[in-house]
């Protein structure tokens, strides 16, 4: 079955850097486009990046324009986010995600907390 697991969370002061990953399982992973979502305490959950299934294109919410890098590495079924400049606006959980046949597969998510 799809199965997406995220990892590379954690806490991290403002103005540094994390590296999420999503390895995927249960599909052809290079055939479909993924995205990054993320939901902050009290906020409905909120796209952050996509990507599509060959990486030659990608697009980002305007909040994390310039500071993230969203990125795939089909050989290895994997995802990643590399999020650099983080502000405590950036806490929340993170999510991955993808779309087959007009059903949404979800990870479980992984915290990034940004404070000092």
């Known amino acids: 079955q799809v199965q997406l697991v995220e990892s590379g969370g954690g806490l991290v002061q403002p103005g540094g850097s994390l590296r999420l990953s999503c390895a995927a399982s249960?599909?052809?992973?290079?055939?479909?486009?993924m995205s990054w979502y993320r939901q902050a305490p009290g906020k409905e959950r909120e796209l952050v990046a996509v990507?599509?299934?060959?990486?030659?294109?990608?697009n980002y919410a305007d909040s994390v324009k310039g500071r993230f890098t969203i990125s795939r590495d089909n050989a290895k079924n994997t995802m990643y986010l590399q999020m650099n400049s983080l502000k405590p606006e950036d806490t929340a959980v993170y999510y991955c995600?993808?779309?087959?046949?007009?059903?949404?597969?979800w990870g479980q998510g992984t915290q990034v907390t940004v404070s000092s």
């Open positions: 995600k993808t779309r087959i046949w007009a059903n949404d597969y």
């Open positions: 249960g599909f052809t992973f290079s055939t479909y486009g």
């Open positions: 990507i599509t299934r060959t990486g030659g294109n990608t």
